[in-house]
Each structure stands twice: as structure tokens, then as C-alpha cells.
């Protein structure tokens, strides 16, 4: 596929898929600007050139039609003082003032769309709307790699009507991360797999276990291990269904010779609350009214000892509940060891977007890992070998 730094945009308008879907709070103001940062490089290299940027994205879920709390012109201002110049907004994606900003838009100027999900037509995947949103501008560039798994209009379908397309520098380094991980990745590779579900993760884990010498397990989904196992694990999370998948995961890692690590105590809650009463107990030893939340001291330190030997680490969920901070001990734990292995170690650590961004970036180190992911379901998928409908159309 075709790069940046491989093209020229001098004179041309280019149609930019970003991954603008950022957390705004009850005043509509951003909470969390890494994902519009991530995208600097990219926009800076077409106005560098000569060109002009048409920046397009979606944000949140709209049930039907535009919603106030999911417009994008409240990215405007914030924008302009990100991109350090003023930006233009269009309020409909599509419509004529879309068309007539675009066509009067001059080399170093940055139009925004409004929220492409404002259309149905933009999730369906509708060539006719794709075809409206092409007529902008004359390259496509991709940089959108957190929806790269979805074969929506903007992402993937807009790009049979293009005759230039290019991969922005966000999915690029995205694909080139990943790539190191899976082919390259320098000995000791120890996988964490955290979060609350196994389910969302199986694929992700049968596929490591041909490439990975340490396989940490952590989060909510350990229960179903435990109770798989015979322990009691009280009221904490259980995906009943999964637990025979759970013992062949175990089995399989075993004939890998892969050293799988499991908690040995976890710290228990009489109540799902930020406020709730806490003890720590051996992992299978829950009393019944009481659930799991985070990860034990031993766990910590028996994970934090694979961990600060590792040559290269992938991370993919949180230990706990770590939006409540009595319950983000181990997931702070666990942040400082990677960023200790990557400094102290020289290991390469790739955090894998969702939630264990959000944990490394709200612990202040996601400038001291090797690199923090955009895209969390996106790069599990990738991982997991399937075809990325975003990639795919940048290849075509």
C-alpha cells in the first residue's frame, strides 16, 4: 500500500478518515485528546506539501439521525488550537455546504465534516453515500486504524471510488507495531491478558500461544479459570459457558510449553462501589457474597517478575476494576513494571488500546512505553490474523 512520504499532496484536496470518537463530558469538552493528537503528524505532512485537509469521522453510537452530545463541531475550537489554525466546519457530511467548502477549501486549510454516523447509510456501508463523501476531495487517506475492522462507507467502500489512496502515519505505525509483535517479537514474550471476558479474547490467546513464552492472566476473566478449576470465586464476574474452553486454554498452553501464570490471592468486595468494604484472599477461597475487583499483592509481585525480564510485552486489559482506585493497584502495578522492562530492560512494549490505553495514560506513562495501540477491537482482530476491511481497501 501506498504511504505517505510516498506521495505528494501538492494541490490536492485529500479526504481524511480520522478516528475522532473521543470522550467529551457534560459540557462537551474533550477528556481525553490522544486519539486527535495521534493524527498531528498525518495532517501536518498534507498542508507541509502543498495540500488541503478534509478531516472526516464519526463519534459515539446516534440512535437516528444528529444529536447534539455527538456532534462533531465540538471538536472545532479544540482543533484549531491542536493544529495551532483555524478549522473549518461543514454541519452535514454530505450536503451542499459540505460540497461548497470543500470545493473553496486552499492549499493548507483543514475542513471538518460533521459526524458521518449521522447517516445510516455510513455503518451500512452504502456505495451511494460513499460515493457523495469521495466527491470531495482527490485522495483518500486512511488514518482511522480503530475502525479499520468495519466495513463502513468512509472506512473502506469511499475507496472504490478514489484513484489515490494512501495509509496515514497513525495506521501505519499501528500495523507496523503489530507486525513486530507477531514476527519479530525478541525473546522473553510474555503476553497479559487482562479485561472481563474470555470470550472477547479466546481468538487473541490461541493464536499467542504459538509465539509467546509467558502467558499472564488477569482481570474478571480469571474467575471463570478459578471456577473451571474447582475454587469459589463467590459473586465475581463467571462466564458459566466458557469454563470447559478455559481448562483446554490451560491444556494447550501446557503442550506449547508456554508458562502460563494465573493469580494466586485476589482482593475481594462485599458490593460493586468505589466505596465497598475490601479483603484480600487466596485467588479460589471467595466467600460467597463477595466478588473479585483486583488482583492480590503475591499476584503482583509474581507477575510483576515475568514482567521486568520480558524482551518484548503485549498488554491487552486491565487487572481490576480500575475506573474505581481502591480496585487499580494491580493495573498500576502491572503499568509500572512494563514501563520499568521498557527503560531498564530495553524490552518493546505494545499496549493494546480500550481500556488498558485509558489505564497507562491515566497512570501518566504512555510516553514511557514503546507504543500505546489507538485501536483496541481493531488490533485484536489484526492480531488474531483476520483481513481488516480499512486495510484491505488500502491495498486494493
Excluded at 480520522?18 to 501536518?44: G, H, M, S
Excluded at 525473546?187 to 490461541?206: C, H, W, Y
Excluded at 499476584?299 to 503485549?314: A, P, R
Aim: with cysteine; glycine share 10%.
Amino acid at each position: 500500500m501506498k504511504t505517505l512520504d510516498q506521495y505528494n499532496f501538492a494541490g490536492k484536496k485529500a479526504l481524511v478518515r480520522v478516528d475522532f470518537n473521543v470522550p467529551l463530558n457534560d459540557r462537551y469538552e474533550i477528556t481525553d485528546d490522544t486519539r486527535i493528537k495521534a493524527t498531528v503528524p498525518t495532517v501536518q505532512k498534507i498542508l507541509n506539501d502543498g495540500g488541503a485537509a478534509i478531516l472526516m469521522s464519526h463519534l459515539g453510537r446516534p440512535k437516528s439521525g444528529p444529536e447534539e452530545k455527538f456532534s462533531l463541531k465540538h471538536l472545532v475550537n479544540p482543533l484549531g488550537v491542536i493544529f495551532g489554525r483555524t478549522v473549518k466546519f461543514a454541519d452535514d457530511c454530505i450536503g451542499e455546504q459540505a460540497v461548497e467548502l470543500a470545493a473553496s477549501l486552499q492549499p493548507g486549510e483543514i475542513l471538518l465534516l460533521e459526524n458521518l454516523r449521522f447517516y445510516k447509510e455510513e455503518e451500512k456501508g452504502d456505495e451511494e453515500f460513499a460515493k457523495k463523501l469521495a466527491r470531495l476531495g482527490d485522495v483518500w487517506v486512511n488514518d482511522a486504524f480503530g475502525t479499520a475492522h468495519r466495513p463502513h462507507a468512509s472506512t473502506t467502500i469511499v475507496g472504490k471510488f478514489m484513484s489515490d489512496k494512501v495509509c496515514g502515519y497513525v495506521m501505519q505505525a499501528e500495523l507496523e507495531n503489530a507486525q513486530r509483535v507477531l514476527d519479530q517479537a525478541d525473546r522473553p514474550f510474555t503476553a497479559i491478558m487482562g479485561g472481563a471476558k474470555i470470550s472477547d479474547k479466546i481468538l487473541i490467546i490461541e493464536k499467542l500461544l504459538d509465539k509467546v513464552d509467558n502467558l499472564i492472566i488477569g482481570g474478571g476473566m480469571t474467575y471463570t479459570f478459578t471456577k473451571a478449576k474447582g475454587g469459589r470465586i463467590g459473586k465475581s464476574l463467571l462466564e458459566a459457558d466458557k469454563q470447559e474452553l478455559a481448562l483446554e486454554l490451560i491444556e494447550k498452553a501446557k503442550a506449547n510449553g508456554v508458562n502460563i501464570v494465573m493469580p494466586v490471592d485476589t482482593v475481594i468486595a462485599d458490593k460493586f462501589a468505589p466505596d465497598a468494604e475490601r479483603q484480600t484472599v487466596p485467588y479460589d477461597q471467595i466467600p460467597d457474597d463477595w466478588q473479585g475487583l483486583d488482583i492480590g499483592p503475591e499476584t503482583v509481585k509474581k507477575f510483576v517478575e515475568v514482567i521486568e525480564t520480558s524482551k518484548t510485552i503485549l498488554w491487552n486489559g486491565p487487572m481490576g476494576v480500575f475506573e474505581f482506585p481502591a480496585f487499580a493497584v494491580g493495573t498500576n502495578a502491572i503499568a509500572e513494571a512494563v514501563v520499568k522492562a521498557t527503560e531498564q530492560n530495553g524490552a518493546f512494549s505494545l499496549i493494546g488500546g480500550g481500556d488498558s490505553a485509558s489505564a497507562i495514560n491515566n497512570a501518566g506513562y504512555g510516553e514511557r512505553v514503546s507504543y500505546v495501540s489507538t485501536g483496541g477491537g481493531a488490533l485484536l482482530e489484526y492480531m488474531e490474523g483476520k483481513v481488516l476491511p480499512g486495510v484491505a481497501a488500502l491495498e486494493e
